[in-house]
């Protein structure tokens, strides 16, 4: 067993923005070494035809790749990564699983909007999560930019609670969103934040943070890999969705040293 590098603790600093705003941005955390070796496994998921690979029916264009962490050796250690472990294990106070693995590749003039939602909402719904203990973590493939089809974040929005959700037009799986009437008044509150940077940057947020994202109109793709991780105790209990999207293995994942990705 690699050795436990407790060195990526967050100051207390930090810990209390988590709480304040819902979320943390770290720009450029990893290398652009690793994101290479990332980028490669990318390329090895999109060669193979499997039921977790989910292709735009009009161009098969990688649309979402779930659960690659099950199947393929980088995104196992990826979501070992004691950079992105060792925070999530702090935020939420123990031992963590993987609840939802997914490579978002908002590609270039084809990615679409997401309407604005809470991950809890579904997380909930249609997993039967008992509570908030869980956190989404977001880590930049490309440059994310204004034009590429970033996030946007609500500040604070975590800590008025779930909302009342109605159905998504956007969205072509079941979907929610939240009223216009309600996010006009948690912006007027907490504005929005659009977390941009380099390949490599993180950002982790709470799974009640109201956020959207735009159309990719931009010539440059926007891949996103997201890691939903939830406490051990907060295992779901009542998934309706495959396996592959909502997961049912509940191991604790141990963080690996800090160059995992790179020895594999
Ligand atoms: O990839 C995106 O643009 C949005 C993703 C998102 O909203 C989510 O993972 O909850």
């Not at 070796?37 to 690979?53: G, N």
């Not at 292709?55 to 990564?81: D, G």
């Not at 999530?88 to 270039?108: C, D």
Request: glycine share 4%; aromatic share 10%; with cysteine.
């Amino acid at each position: 067993m690699p050795a436990v590098n407790t060195s990526f603790e967050l100051t207390e600093q930090q810990v209390k923005a988590y709480q304040k705003d819902g979320f943390l941005f770290f720009p450029g955390l990893l290398s652009s070494f690793e994101i290479n070796r990332l980028k490669e496994a990318i390329e090895e998921v999109l060669m193979s035809d499997r039921k977790e690979v989910d292709r735009e029916e009009a161009t098969n264009q990688l649309r979402c790749a779930f659960a690659c962490h099950t199947y393929n050796e980088t995104f196992r250690r990826l979501s070992r990564h004691p950079k992105i472990i060792e925070p999530v294990r702090q935020l939420l106070a123990g031992e963590v699983y993987m609840h939802q693995f997914s490579i978002q590749p908002k590609v270039a003039f084809v990615g679409e909007s997401w309407d604005w939602h809470q991950d809890y909402s579904a997380w909930q719904e249609l997993d039967g999560m008992p509570d908030t203990r869980a956190v989404n973590t977001g880590l930049f493939i490309d440059e994310v930019n204004q034009y590429n089809g970033p996030l946007y974040f609500i500040p604070g929005s975590h800590r008025y609670g779930l909302q009342r959700a109605i159905k998504s037009k956007l969205r072509r799986f079941p979907a929610t969103c939240l009223e216009p009437e309600k996010v006009t008044e948690l912006i007027s509150e907490g504005g929005i934040y659009c977390p941009q940077g380099p390949p490599g940057s993180l950002w982790i947020f709470h799974p009640n943070l109201v956020h959207a994202s735009a159309e990719n109109l931009s010539p440059w793709n926007r891949t996103i890999i997201t890691q939903c991780f939830a406490h051990v105790d907060n295992a779901i209990r009542a998934p309706t969705r495959p396996e592959w999207v909502a997961q049912t293995d509940f191991c604790p994942l141990a963080p690996m040293a800090e160059n995992c990705l790179l020895d594999s």
